[in-house]
DNA sequence: TGGGGTTAT
DNA sequence: ATAACCC
């Protein structure tokens, strides 16, 4: 007989040969990516439903960062100046969107929503996600007599008007992923009241690029013949997801602006500029091969809170802004029920230079404040700003003048809860132990005990 | 350019 | 700790 134990051990020992020898039969994939349409007017708009109807933008400090589609009719931009804004647009109605609490919120729904379709979830920003439906695509494949695949039918729009060939296998998984993105968007609408956008691909950025065509509400599909049309609409190689300002720049000056260049250059002079990483995965890209994973991002790693001003220049002004973005800080760390074991803090110095150079500092949080971080009755919070503080005096030289823009603090290196009294494990191991052994990215969230206390 | 996030070095 | 990328 083959009892438990052996048969765990035989089917690990036959996962590790899966993983090693390639099928080779079917590595193809259906990635779906999802782009929420202005995703925090949309979110105003359900607050306020008044809002609806009007040109609606949404204020950061003197930036219009977002807006509706009545306000980008009338020539409003992202990341407009307000002024030019209510120029361009005086009906314009603004809103203040500094506090991105119920964005975060309507955020996370989001992903949690998509996360019933399929657990492979990654998220991108706060309106971005990709889903793997590559496991459901084929159950439902499985339910269906071959002869019967004639019946699939897309939903949405095909890229390039492709003809769809049903006997094509991969049309067909294509297609069963258009459907299940229509079911997503549609779950959506329904459970959030959001609308977005889909684009189904063979992998994260085709499925990227093809979701932007058809733009507010409505979803493409990607067929493999018109993959290189798809990459070759792209004017510039800035537009590559994965080529960003600076490696853009180092490109331009190899005398590479399109994607046709990107593809032509030389690999091994890429290399040697950009190194073997950066080379071998964007010049990949322009090809439109993808192979990274669609990482679950599971729950965040890091909570941040930042503020930006024209000028901070004083020790005690420091100190209070420091002090009010912590406290929304722990608010939001003791609602998430782990505990961030490292405290940062950011700064962005005044300079007339060009880019926004930031410096920080890390430490770790004393355990004995970690341990009264989910309880109400305790101050953790002096004690923290004296840390923050010593941070703040280690970048910045207090004596001399400084001029200040942004200050920013961070929790990270999340931990889930120790909760060493309740398993066997925690018995053998002890409490230091143990939390170790819950620490990482895919923890679940354990309900804080302490949550009465507030 | 805001107020966030991630991974790689 | 910084630098790059994403929104």
């Known amino acids: 007989m083959i009892n438990g134990p052996l048969l765990d051990y035989l089917s690990f020992l036959t996962s590790i040969h899966h993983e090693v020898v390639p099928t080779g039969s079917t590595s193809s994939r259906v990635i779906v990516h999802v782009d929420l349409d202005c995703f925090y007017a949309q979110v105003e708009m359900i ?21 509706n589609y009545e306000a980008r009719e009338l020539g409003v931009k992202k990341l ?16 203040n969107g500094e506090d991105l609490t119920r964005y975060r919120e309507m955020s996370y729904k989001v992903t949690e929503l998509l996360e019933e379709f399929s657990p492979v979830v990654e998220r991108l920003g706060f309106d971005e996600n990709f889903v793997d439906v590559t496991d459901i695509v084929e159950k439902r494949l499985q339910q269906l007599p071959s002869d019967v695949h004639s019946a699939v039918t897309v939903c949405g729009h095909v890229y390039n008007d492709q003809a769809i060939n049903l006997h094509d296998i991969l049309h067909i998984r294509l297609l069963v992923g258009s459907q299940i993105a229509a079911e997503i968007r549609e779950a959506m609408c329904h459970q959030l009241g959001l609308t977005g956008c889909a684009g189904v691909a063979s992998n994260k950025l ?46 331009e000056a190899l005398g590479i602006s399109s994607i046709h260049d ?3 250059f030389s690999s091994t002079l890429l290399i040697k500029e950009l190194g073997v990483s950066v080379a071998q995965r964007i010049q990949k890209l322009s090809f439109g091969e993808d192979n990274s994973p669609v990482t ?22 420091a100190k209070k802004r420091i002090a009010e973005l912590l406290g929304s800080l722990l608010n939001r760390v003791c609602q998430d029920g782990r505990k961030p074991h490292t405290i940062r803090l950011i700064i962005r110095r005044f300079s007339s230079e060009k880019h926004h150079s930031r410096e920080s500092r890390q430490c770790p949080i004393p355990s004995h404040i970690i341990q009264k971080l989910g309880k109400g009755n305790y101050d953790v919070r002096t004690p923290m700003v004296d ?49 170790t ?18």
């Open 47 to 67: 607050s306020n439903p008044e809002l609806k109807g009007k040109p609606l933008g949404v204020q950061q400090k003197y930036l219009v960062v977002t807006c």
């Open 80 to 95: 407009m100046n307000v002024r030019d804004a209510k120029e361009k647009c005086p009906q314009l109605v603004l809103v």
């Open 206 to 251: 085709l499925a990227k690029l093809v979701s932007g065509i058809f733009k507010p509400n409505q979803q493409t599909v990607l067929l493999p013949e018109s993959c290189q049309d798809l990459i070759r609409s792209l004017n510039h190689i800035k537009e590559m997801p994965g080529i960003g300002y600076k490696t853009a720049k180092r490109l």
């Open 262 to 264: 990107l593809q032509a």
């Open 296 to 317: 679950p991002s599971g729950p965040p790693q890091s909570f941040s809170e930042e503020d930006s001003f024209k000028k901070c220049s004083s020790e005690v002004e």
């Open 387 to 435: 840390i923050l503080m010593k941070l703040f005096r280690n970048m910045v030289h207090v004596k001399m003048p400084f001029h200040l823009t942004l200050l920013s603090v961070c929790f990270c290196n999340l931990k889930a809860l120790n909760t060493a009294k309740k398993g066997p494990i925690d018995y053998y191991l002890g409490p230091s132990l143990s939390t």
């Open 437 to 454: 052994t819950h620490s990482g990215k895919r923890s679940f969230k354990i309900k804080d005990t302490h949550m009465e206390d507030f």
